[in-house]
């Protein structure tokens, strides 16, 4: 079976072999294996870490390709069937892709981008349930996104904004850049920044949109309700409550806010129904109350994604006492 770009980047011997002459059998191999070529200038990249990939030893249209197979291996990834290593793998294959376009551009390849509407193009990176990636933007910003999110990308010409979308959880640490602004968008607000380390907690389905700055400052904008701009300092968390339509600003530990980073979350009087929702992402699971009350009963305390989810439902009936059934992929939940 003929290789695809996939399987030569994947393959262990594949990347060991890959050196510094890479680029100079470039053309030969383009001429005999294009999809061992592409995989080849990927990997290289990804090895080296280094801007080397001159105009005489590729083309513009080799980037194209490279965009083209990259945004592919990222998106026809199936969740849960790969290992978290190759996981964070494809996320670097993927920022490789927006390093050649944005890199190529400024060093005046139009050819890379020859319509308005390429220059506009959308990149979306993902994360499944139970699964975490890290990435690094072009504009060297970086990104760690949680379980269940999704972070868009505007590859735009702007040199006075660089802009995202989120949907789910996620940790920026953006460098300081005075002449742009960087804006993250949710569905309940967006948070502008200009060089800082901050925390979006932004899931559709959670009673919460959360933000937390750990270094510098951000504005908080577009919130429903409220004309003026929230300003945040280092150690304040903003948080608006999708229900009762109220925000507030509260002073916490953001060490405790980002240990999901670790695999680890701290509550603190968490009702167990919104509880739930984190633990479905971090464990691949469906969890059901058999009594609905149950899911207003409190509880404090840590998790940890590599405990089993018995053991923290024992923690739990030690305040409130349950009882699960476990049926595969679902968690059903009861009174004792």
Same mark, same amino acid.
């Given at each position: 079976?003929?290789?695809?770009?996939?399987?030569? /980047?994947?393959?262990?011997?594949?990347?060991?072999?890959?050196?510094?002459?890479?680029?100079?059998?470039?053309?030969?191999?383009?001429?005999?294996?294009?999809?061992?070529?592409?995989?080849?200038?990927?990997?290289?990249?990804?090895?080296?870490?280094?801007?080397?990939?001159? %105009?005489?030893?590729?083309?513009?249209?080799?980037?194209?390709?490279?965009?083209?197979?990259?945004?592919?291996?990222?998106?026809?990834?199936?969740?849960?069937?790969?290992?978290?290593?190759?996981?964070?793998?494809?996320?670097?294959?993927?920022?490789?892709?927006?390093?050649?376009?944005?890199?190529? @551009?400024?060093?005046?390849?139009?050819?890379?981008?020859?319509?308005?509407?390429?220059?506009?193009?959308?990149?979306?990176?993902?994360? +499944?349930?139970?699964?975490?990636?890290?990435?690094?933007? %072009?504009?060297?910003?970086?990104?760690?996104?949680? @379980?269940?999110?999704?972070?868009?990308?505007?590859?735009?010409?702007?040199?006075?904004?660089?802009?995202?979308?989120?949907? !789910?959880?996620?940790?920026?640490?953006? %460098?300081?850049?005075?002449?742009?602004?960087?804006?993250?968008?949710?569905?309940?607000?967006?948070?502008?920044?200009?060089?800082?380390?901050?925390?979006?907690?932004?899931?559709?389905?959670?009673?919460?949109?959360?933000?937390?700055?750990?270094? !510098?400052?951000?504005?908080?904008?577009?919130?429903?309700?409220?004309?003026? +701009?929230?300003?945040?300092? %280092?150690?304040?968390?903003?948080?608006?409550?999708?229900?009762?339509?109220?925000?507030?600003?509260?002073?916490?530990?953001?060490?405790?806010?980002?240990?999901?980073?670790?695999?680890?979350?701290?509550?603190?009087?968490?009702?167990?129904?919104?509880?739930?929702?984190? /633990?479905?992402?971090?464990?691949?699971?469906?969890?059901?109350?058999?009594?609905?009350?149950?899911?207003?009963?409190?509880?404090?305390?840590?998790?940890?994604?590599?405990?089993?989810?018995?053991?923290?439902?024992?923690?739990?009936?030690?305040?409130? +006492?349950?009882?699960?059934?476990?049926?595969?992929?679902?968690?059903?939940?009861?009174?004792?």
């Amino acid at each position: 079976m003929k290789k695809s770009v996939n399987d030569w /980047l994947f393959s262990k011997k594949f990347q060991d072999d890959v050196s510094r002459e890479t680029l100079e059998n470039y053309k030969n191999k383009k001429k005999e294996n294009p999809a061992s070529a592409v995989a080849g200038l990927i990997a290289y990249v990804l090895k080296f870490k280094k801007k080397e990939l001159l %105009p005489a030893a590729t083309h513009s249209d080799d980037f194209l390709v490279i965009r083209q197979h990259s945004i592919e291996t990222f998106r026809n990834t199936s969740s849960g069937k790969i290992s978290i290593a190759r996981y964070f793998r494809i996320a670097a294959v993927a920022s490789v892709l927006l390093l050649f376009g944005v890199a190529g @551009y400024l060093a005046g390849d139009r050819q890379l981008f020859s319509t308005q509407s390429e220059q506009a193009e959308i990149i979306e990176f993902k994360t +499944p349930k139970g699964q975490q990636s890290e990435l690094t933007l %072009p504009d060297g910003t970086f990104v760690a996104l949680n @379980y269940d999110s999704k972070l868009t990308y505007r590859i735009s010409e702007s040199k006075s904004l660089r802009e995202v979308e989120l949907e !789910g959880q996620a940790f920026f640490k953006v %460098p300081k850049d005075q002449s742009r602004t960087f804006r993250v968008i949710t569905t309940d607000m967006s948070v502008n920044v200009l060089g800082t380390e901050f925390d979006v907690r932004a899931y559709r389905n959670d009673l919460k949109t959360e933000t937390t700055l750990l270094e !510098g400052s951000v504005e908080i904008q577009g919130i429903s309700n409220q004309q003026e +701009p929230v300003l945040l300092k %280092p150690g304040e968390q903003w948080s608006f409550n999708k229900t009762t339509g109220k925000h507030a600003v509260v002073a916490v530990d953001v060490q405790l806010a980002t240990l999901w980073r670790a695999g680890e979350y701290y509550f603190d009087k968490i009702a167990l129904g919104e509880l739930s929702k984190t /633990l479905e992402r971090m464990y691949q699971v469906n969890i059901h109350f058999q009594d609905s009350s149950l899911e207003n009963e409190v509880y404090s305390g840590s998790v940890y994604q590599d405990e089993d989810i018995s053991e923290l439902f024992e923690l739990i009936n030690l305040t409130v +006492p349950v009882k699960i059934k476990v049926a595969g992929d679902d968690i059903w939940i009861a009174r004792k």
